[in-house]
């Protein structure tokens, strides 16, 4: 088993930024592609970003490209996701995830670990 802990949500203007971390415990060395997910109420969860095993390939949604970063620290079994230039439809649960699946996937049905999830606001 994996288990996932997500840090650094919180409350942020518009404009602002954030760095969230997701440390990674456990069968570390089954993971594979690492991702970044969110869900706004009401909403579905909603794939944000994801990094492969050796961070040579990496996936975002259209609409966080240019303003989010994602980055993983294999040695410290660590994935970041950098956000700036934080707008106010970027509040949501953000979740992080892990998948033993070989390659590089994106797809939220192919994670089969999830992290708890840590509250990003964003004010206006």
């Known amino acids: 088993q994996v288990q996932l802990v997500e840090s650094g949500g919180g409350l942020v203007q518009t404009g602002g930024s954030l760095r969230l971390s997701c440390a990674a415990s456990?069968?570390?060395?089954?993971?594979?592609?690492m991702g970044w997910f969110r869900q706004a109420p009401g909403t579905e969860r909603e794939s944000v970003a994801a990094?492969?095993?050796?961070?040579?390939?990496?996936y975002y949604a259209d609409s966080v490209k240019g303003r989010f970063t994602i980055s993983r620290d294999n040695a410290k079994n660590t994935v970041y996701l950098q956000m700036n230039s934080l707008k106010p439809e970027d509040t949501a649960i953000y979740y992080c995830?892990?998948?033993?699946?070989?390659?590089?996937?994106?797809?939220?049905?192919?994670?089969?670990?999830w992290g708890q999830g840590t509250q990003v606001t964003v004010s206006s």
């Open positions: 995830a892990a998948t033993s699946e070989l390659g590089f996937v994106t797809g939220r049905g192919r994670y089969n670990y």
């Open positions: 456990g069968r570390t060395f089954s993971i594979y592609t």
């Open positions: 990094i492969s095993r050796s961070g040579g390939r990496t």
